[in-house]
């Protein structure tokens, strides 16, 4: 098959990361996949396999996620069997690609908590089939009336784990070193941009009522516009000393295997990668429970209920044979569940059924 991957920009973010490993993956299985991005370059250039096709519309990066240059002319010239379009802008355009490429089947994609714009909700109408990347996020498009359920389906993100061992513990040590953590330091982690319906705000607060007598930390890897204000915040609880604002990681992997667990208390998820790799990595987590995060696997609390929130973490806290059995299921499912040999084949099942002629 001919397949070409649509994103407006590989910033750093799971969807961004999930386009990359998907037209890698693509391209692994003997497909000719080519990667189109609205901006270039970006936090995750560098991830597309050499051989996977690539092209970038805007010359020079205005900044401006929406803006798509040629991308008809260009889509056309690729002539492609399957058009994948992943990232809220480029799913705001799926619907242009699809009346544009009648010939081409195009697979709209919904991987966010976020409102969706009416160009979305417009497009989720005209393309020939969409994808939910969780449960729960299907049933709602199903329920709303955005997408008719014989168009729907769900396949959940797919991720590439390191194989799964015993971290060395001296490297893991170092790790925790550099940071400040010692033997006896409970060690919280959250991989996520800093964005308002993050609510990092909500963890903040939670931990800062906890006993000053418990030796923990919270290590904080991304960037973002809510990211001044959370350090603000910490420091006047009192906590700053205690959390680590680490920027921008490429590699977190290093970050997981020296933490003893995830916590997240996002409004607005559909799928948390971030869950998934920390359970994949043997870590018990806490979340507040928005769209698709029970799906994760691990330990959920309603939105809001904040005296559930801290009962369990205590029980996080308190309890660090739970947390090794509690990690050791965790990185059981997490790594049969999301594989990406299991979604890349879902995926490529779909496509095959799109573009065969019906019986």
């Known amino acids: 098959m001919k397949i070409l991957v649509v994103q407006d920009h590989l910033r ?5 990361r999930q386009s990359c490993l998907l037209a890698n993956a693509f391209k692994a299985a003997g497909h000719d996949v080519t990667l189109l991005t609205f901006r270039p370059g970006g936090a995750l250039a560098h991830a597309p396999a050499p051989d996977v096709g690539r092209i970038g519309l805007q010359k020079v990066d205005f900044g401006w996620d929406w803006f798509a240059p040629g991308l008809i002319r260009h889509s056309r010239a690729v002539a492609p069997d399957v058009v994948l379009c992943l990232g809220r802008m480029a799913n705001c355009w799926a619907g242009w690609i699809a009346q544009r490429l009648p010939a081409a089947r195009v697979v709209a994609t919904v991987r966010t ?18 994808v939910a990347n969780s ?25 590439v784990f390191p194989p799964l061992g015993q971290p060395d513990p001296e490297e893991r040590q170092n790790v925790r070193d550099l940071h400040g953590a ?10 996520g941009m800093f964005r308002p319906e993050k609510n990092h705000r909500a963890l903040i607060e939670h931990l800062a009522q906890l006993p000053s007598t418990i030796p923990w930390q ?4 991304g960037d973002g516009p809510t990211r001044r204000e959370i350090e603000r915040l910490a420091r006047s609880l009192g906590i700053l000393e205690r959390v680590r604002f680490l920027g921008f990681v490429a590699d977190p992997t290093p970050l997981y295997l020296a933490a003893d667990a995830a916590l ?3 409004r607005r998820e559909s799928l948390s990668n971030f869950l998934i790799e920390a359970h994949a990595h043997g870590l018990p987590s806490l979340a507040c429970a928005a769209t698709g995060v029970p799906e994760c696997g691990g330990v ?8 559930s929130f801290r009962i369990e973490l205590r029980r996080l806290i308190d309890n660090p044979d739970w947390r090794h059995q509690e990690g050791k299921r965790l990185a059981a499912f997490a790594r049969e569940e999301f594989s990406t040999e299991r979604r890349t084949s879902a995926y490529l099942s779909l ?7 019906p019986a």
């Open 12 to 16: 750093s973010g799971g969807t961004e």
């Open 218 to 221: 919270l290590w904080l890897a």
């Open 113 to 130: 908590g976020k409102p969706l714009p009416w160009t979305y909700r417009w497009s989720l109408r005209t393309v020939n089939h969409v």
């Open 351 to 357: 496509f095959y059924r799109l573009i065969s002629p």
């Open 264 to 266: 997240m208390t996002s």
């Open 135 to 159: 449960a729960e996020t299907g049933r709602h498009l199903v329920e709303s009336g955005a997408v008719a359920r014989e168009r729907l389906s769900v396949i959940p993100n797919a991720l």
């Open 300 to 307: 959920t609390v309603p939105m809001d209920d904040e005296a």
């Open 182 to 191: 010692n033997p006896a330091t409970l060690v919280f982690l959250w991989v």
